[in-house]
């Protein structure tokens, strides 16, 4: 899962680009709202983080062009304290969720989870393909009720499969949940992590898709 920041307190930035990160999630920072909305409208993300508070253009502003222009991401705003009118301007503008700073980063972690769930129809922590169990909240992975060592690459890129059951995924999509923007991308790794994933788990669940990509299978829950 692929997760921008737009934070322009550089300390919060930092923070919140670890603990995503820790979380198991890829993290792309911007520190003002024209470098935000530009990354927003033109990369794939599964969720943003946004602060109101920005330089160059408010985050307000950032969230309406968005919109407009049909970028229907999750989008968690962050607001000052006390400042409930902002609060409404950004669910207005087309927010999903909202949190007042200052705030326990677990509690940013839960908000952002629950709204990729939200917006690919889970409703729980737990995606179940047959017997395979992954835990988006624990970052575990369970076959047919025991645990299944993965690196960080390698669940990453099983978690991003798991949410789009049945649809084919582009090599270039899952250089994407590996990598953020400012680091040297390898797409030939995602044969290997792929070649890893199947020496652990059935070997029918992911098909290669020639020319295309790869495809999950089996049914979900």
């Known amino acids: 899962m692929r997760i921008l920041v737009v934070e322009d307190e550089l300390t919060l930035a930092s923070q919140l680009r670890t603990a995503l990160a820790e979380a198991g999630y890829v993290v792309d920072v911007a520190v003002d709202g024209q470098d935000g909305h530009f990354l927003g409208a033109e990369e794939n993300f599964d969720a943003v983080v946004l602060d109101l508070g920005l330089p160059l253009l408010d985050g307000i502003s950032v969230l309406r062009r968005w919109r407009s222009a049909g970028r229907d991401m999750p989008v968690l705003i962050l607001t000052a304290r006390g400042d409930w009118h902002e609060r409404v301007a950004g669910i207005d503008a087309g927010a999903d969720d909202y949190l007042t700073k200052p705030f326990h980063m677990e509690e940013l972690l839960a908000r952002v ?7 690919h129809g889970k409703s729980s922590n737990e995606i179940v393909c047959g017997p395979l169990v992954l835990d988006t909240r624990s970052a575990r992975v369970h076959l047919d009720g025991q645990p299944v060592t993965l690196t ?21 999509e899952l250089v994407d949940q590996l990598y953020a923007l400012d680091s040297d991308r390898d797409s030939n790794t995602i044969e290997v992590f792929i070649g890893r994933l199947r020496k652990k788990l059935p070997a029918e669940l992911i098909e290669t898709v020639r020319g295309l990509g790869y495809r999950l299978n089996g049914p979900t829950s």
Do not use: D, N, T
Not at 154 to 171: C, D, I, N, T, W
């Open 113 to 119: 989870r629950a709204l990729i769930r939200r917006a």
């Open 152 to 172: 960080s690459h390698e669940f990453k890129l099983l978690a991003y499969l798991m949410h789009r059951p049945g649809q084919v995924v582009s090599r270039s």
